[in-house]
């Protein structure tokens, strides 16, 4: 019988232990939380306005079951809730649910959810050994690193730095939501322009305050309606293989796709040839397109990230950062893109002058006593305080080249552990550490695209088939064991 921890009880955590509790052998499965709470960074907001970027249809912890949400929900299987875009609040709730059910189910195994932050992992020839606060070291059989996101992405582009001023290090901070209330009114500067930036900008527009945005591209997500997982046009592994044979080629494949759907709304980013509008501007237009349901990514984007994540994960690492730069500009517009209630939202406090959004010609400096923004020459406006809100970088982990693993500190500066295509941590020569997987954004430096839950919930799967396949000969010899999710999801 197998033990198995799993570090992290956000959505990647949540969606392994799932997946694990259905392995026959496993006898005790433990979820290492040091928050205290499940659900995670992006998740733990008390704010209503602050929605899940993706509709229902696309969150469902289950691999296997694409309505799994939705009926938590109260819905069916035909339920309209699919297309829904729900509170972030509730979502957690959500996660909390499914792991207190899985915690208090009857099948024998013994699953426990343990408040503790883990620190050091010492790899030995028969399992590992996990270090936290407590000091009690922890053994089991495998680990699962799922930690999700912690120390902040800080941009460039602020000066000086004073101890006095309001700053605040995301928008789901508690004492930035206490600031709202307690100073309505206030002009805030929100460094981002992305989706946790439009989190930030809905609550400080909720106080009846101004927003002052600031990013390098002073550009905005894309607009999306409804976000299903199918496409009238699939693209086919086959098909993307082929693309990625090189930049170009991916680049013209994709455009003369779209154009399968009848306009050419979105084609431009791919080829170079957009003409930069103002972020006011692009959003009523891409208002107008979600609205008509012209948005091409919202039937296309769903396959794409499945097979980028499938074919380019398998690439080396210099094709597949060449592929991921020739449209990164696509990427973080339409994959990253906004349900349209936000963009409702911010197009009224557009026209009401109470956004404004600016790019690399601006920027901010720290005063005595409050932040200035200033723009090409001159001293804009003043800020009553300053969020971040540029998204956040993973919990970075560091190997000692023999047997321990250890969790960097905030300043300290770690490259991605490397993560094989089999979701097994490796050595700096390519070989595998036993015992130790990762999901979620622990994958970043193999997997393109993994920003979503969905990306999370099919690496789960995975994980859970190369466990069955390799049983026989313990968890950690998985040469030979073949990957399903994808083939399952898209009913091959």
Same mark, same amino acid.
């Given at each position: 019988m197998t033990r198995i921890a799993i570090i992290?009880?956000?959505?990647?955590? !949540?969606?392994?232990?799932? %997946?694990?509790a259905d392995l026959p052998d496993v006898e005790h499965l433990e979820v290492f939380e040091e928050k205290?709470?499940?659900?995670? +960074?992006?998740?733990d !907001?008390?704010?209503?306005?602050? =929605?899940? @970027? !993706?509709? #229902?249809?696309?969150?469902? =912890?289950?691999?296997?079951d694409d309505f799994h949400f939705s009926r938590w929900l109260g819905g069916n299987n035909n339920s309209p809730l699919q297309e829904q875009f729900v509170p972030r609040q509730l979502y957690r709730n959500y996660l909390r649910s499914s792991l207190e059910n899985l915690r208090l189910g009857n099948s024998g195994q013994q699953v426990n959810i343990t408040n503790e932050k883990v620190s050091k992992i010492f790899?030995?020839? !028969?399992?590992?050994? =996990? #270090?936290g606060s407590s000091q009690n070291p922890h053994e089991f059989d495998e680990v699962v690193l799922a930690p999700g996101l912690s120390a902040l992405n800080r941009p460039s582009g602020i000066t000086d730095r004073s101890t006095s001023l309001r700053e605040y290090n995301s928008p789901y901070d508690p004492g930035f939501q206490r600031f709202l209330q307690e100073h309505p009114g206030s002009v805030v500067g929100v460094l981002g322009t992305k989706l946790s930036a439009i989190d930030a900008a809905r609550s400080v527009l909720a106080a009846s305050s101004r927003v002052v945005m600031v990013s390098p591209s002073g550009q905005l997500p894309a607009v999306r309606k409804e976000n299903p997982l199918g496409s009238p046009f699939p693209i086919g592994i086959r098909r993307f293989k082929d693309w990625s044979s090189s930049p170009q080629r991916f680049c013209q494949g994709l455009s003369n796709y779209l154009a399968q759907f009848g306009e050419n709304y979105g084609k431009s980013e791919l080829l170079g040839e957009r003409v930069e509008e103002s972020a006011s501007s692009q959003l009523r237009s891409d208002i107008v397109a979600a609205s008509e349901g012209k948005s091409h990514w919202q039937l296309a984007v769903g +396959?794409? #990230?499945?097979? %980028? @994540? +499938?074919?380019?994960?398998?690439?080396s690492s210099r094709k597949m950062f060449a592929l991921k730069k020739a449209i990164y500009r696509w990427i973080v517009r339409y994959v990253s893109a906004m349900p349209l209630e936000n963009?409702?939202? =911010?197009?009224? %406090?557009?026209? +009401?002058g109470s956004l404004v959004v600016h790019g690399s010609d601006h920027?901010?400096?720290?005063?005595?006593?409050k932040f200035e923004l200033h723009g090409p020459g001159r001293k804009i406006e003043e800020l009553d305080a300053l969020v971040w809100a540029a998204g956040f970088k993973s919990s970075n982990w560091k190997f000692d080249g023999r047997s321990v693993l250890e969790l960097a500190g905030d300043d300290e500066e770690v490259g991605a552990l490397p993560v094989s295509r089999r979701l097994a941590v490796e050595r700096s020569s390519g070989k595998p550490l036993?015992?130790?997987?990762?999901v979620g954004n622990t994958t970043r430096g193999r997997y393109p695209i993994v920003n979503a839950i969905r990306t999370s919930v099919l690496q789960a799967h995975d994980l859970k088939s190369r466990f069955l396949a390799a049983a026989p000969r313990r968890f950690y010899c998985t040469s030979s064991a073949s990957s399903t999710s994808h083939k399952i999801l898209r009913g091959e």
């Open positions: 992290g009880a956000g959505g990647s955590g !949540t969606a392994a232990a799932l %997946a694990l205290g709470g499940i659900g995670g +960074e992006a998740f !907001t008390p704010d209503q306005g602050h =929605l899940c @970027n !993706t509709s #229902v249809a696309g969150m469902s =912890l289950r691999a296997d790899i030995r020839d !028969t399992g590992v050994a =996990l #270090v +396959e794409f #990230v499945d097979l %980028a @994540n +499938e074919h380019w994960s398998e690439l963009a409702i939202l =911010l197009d009224l %406090a557009f026209r +009401e920027f901010i400096h720290r005063g005595d006593k036993p015992h130790i997987w990762a």
